[in-house]
């Protein structure tokens, strides 16, 4: 295995390049985020055989795909709690126990569920799963849908991007059928930034803006290659139980996805072209455009009120000035369970979606509690729940975090770290945003790590994991994984596995731990995470966002005296 660290020579050059680091770019603050030689001490016993013990009990079948608010999925939440227990971190959630309870609401699609299209050129119902997948987000037993049809493009109102789908038309009432990701007309970086996703490209998004704008429902319109995934994932991922937050804001009768076959078939017999419609939502001038069609649904749900758990610990900083801020590793421990009706394999084991990222989280958490000296702001280790079901556990720790979120300074988030051998690459996309960054790249560059550029951009990884609800109230969050290129490897090869594990393992019952896994990989960036987070906890100012970003009025409403 190749060697990472040393001990003190590598402390020494570490405090004299982040300093050089933080005067180049003007941030001097970052001077003393070193590490002293007790970090270097812990962070050399982080181990890849540790974090591989973690995935294969997390990816065993006993743990049925870890499922939210499953037999499992508390199996796993009970196993985290109990490391961080061995490991002597407080309790950090209700009630003096390491778990923050997450009350939830599972939705389960029922058979009876109709779902079909009334158009002038004949009814379309549709098939669940291969055309169609839908929840009914009201949380009721039954519900029932005769609305009209409205295209609104890529249902996104952006006033900084001088884009607005909308245009002021009333859609309440009526059913939006919209296209996935967002605007691809211009590659300008200042334009929805580019090729990067932004949250407005999002499904997230355009559910909670149809429901803001009081519309019934919401349908999807499915392109592998807008959407970055195929059509399998959809299907995985809407089928069986779906978990929902209790009710807090507006939400819909039907939340769904269609094949982009299906959006054609429906254009067709409404008397439209679904290639125009795609082509004309490419512009600003773009209006909403009444279909001659209605979705006539009739919603039935076997609804479950639940409860599942955040599971968070906590080391004291060592400073009595600062150890009332901390800064924060997150991984979700949830995966997709059992589907039951289907034969053969049904088991969702979830080995590194996110087998992975809490083992390295549980092996940050046994060496930071072990290292000798503590950084000076406390460290918070939460594994959250429901990260499959729509960011869910980190939604709600965001809104309900261990100490205010204006006193958290940083989340540092894994997330699907792949176990295939000794990276030469890390890819920290969104620490740019803050004003950690010239930390970020002196430290990478320590570790021998070159800093890759979001290989998908367009796929808006920012915003498909849990630093992403960290963000949204104000706390700088990124996750920090691998990039493409690996030790005898060229980046072809690299680039080669992961497409590879997104089409064939992606959200499927083959994402299994194997004897085979190589864990370098994940003991590197536990390590560099470790370095990440305890400079990060020992410098003496708190980390904001970049003037201007869109997580920057969150940050500073999350202050004192605002």
């Known amino acids: 295995m190749r060697k990472i660290v040393v001990l003190l020579p590598l402390a020494l050059l570490l405090t004299f390049s982040i300093a050089q680091a933080a005067r180049k770019t003007g941030h001097d603050s970052f001077a003393s985020a070193h590490l002293p030689p007790a970090a270097i001490s812990a962070l ?11 995935v294969r009990f997390l ?11 499953q037999r499992g999925g508390d199996i796993a939440a009970e196993y985290i709690a109990a490391q961080f227990a061995l490991y002597g971190l407080k309790p950090a959630g209700d009630n003096g126990t390491y778990m923050q309870k997450v009350p939830m609401v599972g939705i389960t699609p029922s058979p009876e569920t109709t779902f079909e299209f009334d158009t002038k050129g004949g009814a379309m119902r549709l098939k669940p799963l291969d055309e169609y997948v839908a929840y ?47 605007p691809s007309s211009s590659t300008d970086p200042n334009f929805f930034k580019g090729r990067a996703l932004t949250y407005y490209g999002r499904w997230v998004y355009k559910y909670e803006e149809a429901a803001r704008k009081g519309a019934v429902g919401a349908i999807l319109i499915h392109k592998s290659e807008m959407a970055s995934y195929p059509w399998e994932v959809v299907r995985n991922s809407n089928s069986g139980e779906k978990s929902f937050l209790k009710i807090e804001s507006p939400l819909l009768k039907a939340a769904s996805w ?99 990222g809490c083992g390295i989280l549980i092996e940050l958490a046994r060496v930071f509690s072990q290292s000798a000296t503590r950084p000076r702001r406390s460290v918070f280790f939460t594994s959250v729940t429901a990260e499959e079901q729509g960011l869910l556990g980190s939604e709600y720790l965001g809104k309900h975090p261990p100490i205010p979120a204006g006193k958290i300074s940083l989340d540092l988030n894994f997330d699907d770290v792949p176990p295939l051998g000794s990276p030469e690459e890390v890819e920290v996309s969104g620490a740019e945003r803050n004003t950690f960054y010239p930390t970020v790249e002196a430290m990478a560059k320590e570790f021998r790590l ?49 497409e590879e594990y997104t089409n064939k393992h992606y959200h499927q019952p083959s994402d299994e731990y194997s004897s ?26 708190i980390i904001e966002w970049q003037k201007g970003d869109e997580f920057e009025k969150a940050r500073l409403g999350s202050q004192p005296g605002h």
């Open 44 to 54: 050399e016993k982080v181990s890849p055989e540790n974090i591989r013990a973690h």
């Open 59 to 69: 990816a065993d079948d006993l743990l049925e795909g870890r499922g939210t608010g």
């Open 136 to 182: 009914d987000q009201m949380q009721r037993p039954s519900d029932d849908i005769d609305a009209d049809l409205a295209f609104v493009g890529y249902g996104i109102e952006a006033p900084e991007y001088n884009w607005d789908d909308y245009k002021g038309v009333d859609v309440r009432g009526k059913v939006l059928l919209m296209l996935v990701n967002e």
């Open 258 to 356: 269609i094949q982009l076959d299906v959006g054609r078939q429906l254009a067709q017999k409404s008397g439209m072209d679904i290639d125009k419609m795609m082509a004309d939502a490419q512009s600003r001038d773009f209006h909403p455009v009444a279909l001659p069609a209605k979705l006539k649904a009739h919603m039935v749900s076997k609804v479950r009120p639940f409860s599942s758990n955040n599971v968070i610990g906590m080391l004291p900083g060592s400073d009595p000035k600062l150890n009332s801020e901390g800064v924060m590793y997150t991984a979700h421990y949830d995966h997709l369970g059992v589907r039951a009706d289907m034969p053969g394999d049904n088991i969702y084991n979830g080995a590194r979606d996110n087998a992975t």
């Open 450 to 498: 070159a800093i890759r550029p979001d290989s998908h951009p367009e796929a808006g990884h920012f915003y498909r994991s849990d630093h992403f609800s960290l963000s949204r109230v104000g706390v700088p969050a990124f996750s920090v994984n691998e990039g493409m290129k690996y030790k005898g490897h060229n980046t072809d090869w690299g680039m080669q596995q992961a």
């Open 516 to 541: 085979g896994m190589d864990f370098t990989s994940d003991a590197v960036i536990a390590r560099f995470g470790f370095a990440l987070g305890w400079a990060a906890a020992s410098q003496p100012k």
